[in-house]
C-alpha cells in the first residue's frame, strides 16, 4: 500500500540525481579553484612544470563544471 | 456566461497569487549571493526575476502534477478551484499576520484538497498523488538539500582547505553568480508550474481543455509574468533590510548551498513534485552551516519549517472548504465568488492598511 502511494522510483531517482549533481558540481568546481590556487603557488615557488600541470586540472574541472550544468539543463528541458 | 466569470475571476486570483509568491520568495532566492558579496543586490534581483520568468518555460511536469494527479479533475468546478486559491491565501494572510511560517506551495495544495472535499468528498482526491508527489516529497526534500550541501561543504573544505583564501573566496564568488542563477531558474520553474497547474485544473473543470490536457502558452507565459514581476517587486523592499535577515556565511558555504538547492529543486521539477522551494532553500543553507559548525545554523528556523509542514496542509484545505460553503450559500452561479473576491479584497486592504499604521515590518512566509 505505502509503496503504490509513495512514487518510490521516482523519489530514488531524484534523491540519486541532486546527490550527483549538487555533491559533483560542487567538489569539482572545488578541483577548478583548487587548480587556480595551486598555479599562483606553484608559479611564485618557480615549479613552472608543476604550476602548468595544475592548472591544466583546474581547467579541465572548469570545463566538467561547465558541461554540467549546461547537460543538467538539458535534461530538464527534454 | 457564469462559469466564465469564474474562470477569470480564478485566472486573475492565481496570478495575484503567483505574484506574491515571487515578492516572498526574492529574499531566499538572492540572500546567499548577497551576503557573501558575489552580487550587488540590484544585479542579484534582476537576474533572479529574468531567470524565474525564463525557468517558468522549461518544464510543464509540475503544472501537470496539480492539474491532473492530486485531485479528480472530472468532478471539479471553478468554483472549487477558486475556493481552495481563496483558502490558501487566506492562510498565508493569516500566517503574515500572526508572524507563524508558512509554505505558499502546501497552502495551494491544501486550500484546493480541502474546497474539493467540501463539494464532491474523499473521492475527489486522488490518494497516489496527494501522498506520493506532494506529501513525502515535501518531507524528502530539504533534508535532502541539508545533506546534499552539508556533503559539498566538507569535501569542499578538505579540497581546497590549505589554499590561500583570498583566491578561493574570489574562485566561489564567481561560481555562485551561476548557481544563484541555477537556484532562480530553478524557483522559477517549480512555483511557476503551481499557478499553470491551477489554471489549467479550472480551464479543465470549465470545459475549455480537455481533461489531461497541458497548460496552454498564454498560461505559462503569464505564470512566467507574474512570478518573475513579483520577484523584482519584492527585492526593493528586501534590499533595504539585508542587513538585518540574512545568515552569515562564506562563499563556498553560499555555492554549496545554492548548488544543493538548485540540484534538488531542479530534480524533483524534473519528476513532477510540487516542491515548497524556500523549505528546500533553507535546507541548503542549515546543510552548509552545519558542517561548519551545528552553533551556526538557525535551528529554530528548521523548527519553523517542522510547523509549517504540519499546519500548512489542513489549515489551508479547512478555509479552502469553508469558502466553498459560503460561495454556495449565494447559489452555483458567479454570485458567490464575486462576494468573496470583494470581501477578500476587502479584507487584504484593512489587514495591509492596519499593519502599515503600526509600521511593523512584513516577514517573509515561503514559497
Do not use: C
Not at chain 1, 1 to 27: D, Q, Y
Amino acid at each position: 500500500m505505502i509503496a503504490t502511494l509513495v512514487e518510490g522510483k521516482a523519489l530514488a531517482e531524484t534523491v540519486a540525481a541532486s546527490v550527483v549533481a549538487g555533491v559533483g558540481v560542487t567538489v569539482v568546481f572545488s578541483v577548478a579553484i583548487w587548480g587556480v590556487a595551486r598555479f599562483a603557488d606553484l608559479s611564485r615557488a618557480e615549479r613552472p612544470l608543476a604550476a602548468a600541470g595544475a592548472l591544466g586540472l583546474g581547467a579541465l574541472a572548469l570545463a566538467a563544471t561547465v558541461a554540467s550544468v549546461v547537460l543538467g539543463i538539458i535534461v530538464m528541458t527534454s | 456566461m457564469s462559469s466564465d466569470v469564474i474562470l477569470i475571476i480564478v485566472v486573475g486570483t492565481a496570478l495575484a497569487f503567483d505574484f506574491t509568491n515571487g515578492f516572498h520568495d526574492t529574499a531566499n532566492v538572492v540572500a546567499t549571493q548577497i551576503s557573501t558579496g558575489a552580487a550587488r543586490p540590484q544585479v542579484a534581483i534582476a537576474m533572479a526575476a529574468l531567470l524565474n520568468f525564463a525557468g517558468a518555460f522549461i518544464s510543464i511536469s509540475v503544472a501537470a502534477t496539480v492539474a491532473n494527479d492530486v485531485v479528480n479533475a472530472d468532478v471539479i468546478t471553478p468554483t472549487i478551484v477558486f475556493a481552495g486559491l481563496i483558502g490558501a491565501i487566506a492562510w498565508n494572510l493569516v500566517t503574515w499576520w500572526f508572524g507563524l511560517p508558512s509554505s505558499s506551495s502546501h497552502a495551494l495544495i491544501g486550500g484546493v484538497v480541502g474546497s474539493s472535499v467540501a463539494a464532491v468528498g474523499f473521492d475527489a482526491v486522488i490518494a497516489e498523488g496527494l501522498v506520493g508527489k506532494v506529501l513525502t516529497p515535501a518531507i524528502v526534500a530539504p533534508i535532502l538539500a541539508f545533506v546534499v550541501a552539508g556533503t559539498s561543504i566538507a569535501l569542499v573544505y578538505r579540497i581546497v582547505g590549505r589554499q590561500r583564501p583570498g583566491t578561493v573566496t574570489r574562485g566561489f564568488r564567481y561560481g555562485q553568480v551561476v548557481s544563484g542563477g541555477l537556484l532562480a531558474l530553478a524557483h522559477g520553474t517549480n512555483d511557476a508550474q503551481k499557478t499553470m497547474g491551477i489554471i489549467t485544473l479550472a480551464l479543465i473543470a470549465n470545459g475549455s481543455l480537455g481533461a489531461g490536457a497541458d497548460p496552454p502558452f498564454w498560461v505559462i507565459a503569464s505564470a512566467a509574468a507574474a512570478i518573475a514581476l513579483g520577484t523584482y517587486s519584492g527585492g526593493w523592499r528586501i534590499i533595504r533590510t539585508t542587513g538585518t535577515r540574512i545568515i552569515k556565511m562564506d562563499a563556498a558555504q553560499g555555492f554549496s548551498a545554492q548548488g544543493a538547492g538548485a540540484a534538488v529543486i531542479l530534480a524533483s521539477t524534473h519528476f513532477g513534485f510540487p516542491l515548497s522551494t524556500t523549505h528546500v532553500i533553507n535546507g541548503g543553507v542549515m546543510g552548509s552551516g552545519a558542517a561548519k559548525r551545528l552553533s551556526a545554523v538557525r535551528w529554530g528556523v528548521a523548527g519553523n519549517i517542522i510547523v509549517a509542514w504540519l499546519l500548512t496542509l489542513p489549515a489551508a484545505a479547512a478555509i479552502g472548504a469553508l469558502t466553498y460553503g459560503v460561495t454556495r450559500i449565494f447559489g452555483e452561479g458567479a454570485l458567490g465568488p464575486v462576494v468573496v473576491t470583494v470581501a477578500s479584497l476587502a479584507l487584504i486592504v484593512a489587514l495591509f492598511l492596519r499593519r502599515a499604521e503600526r509600521g511593523a515590518p512584513v516577514p517573509a512566509s515561503s514559497g
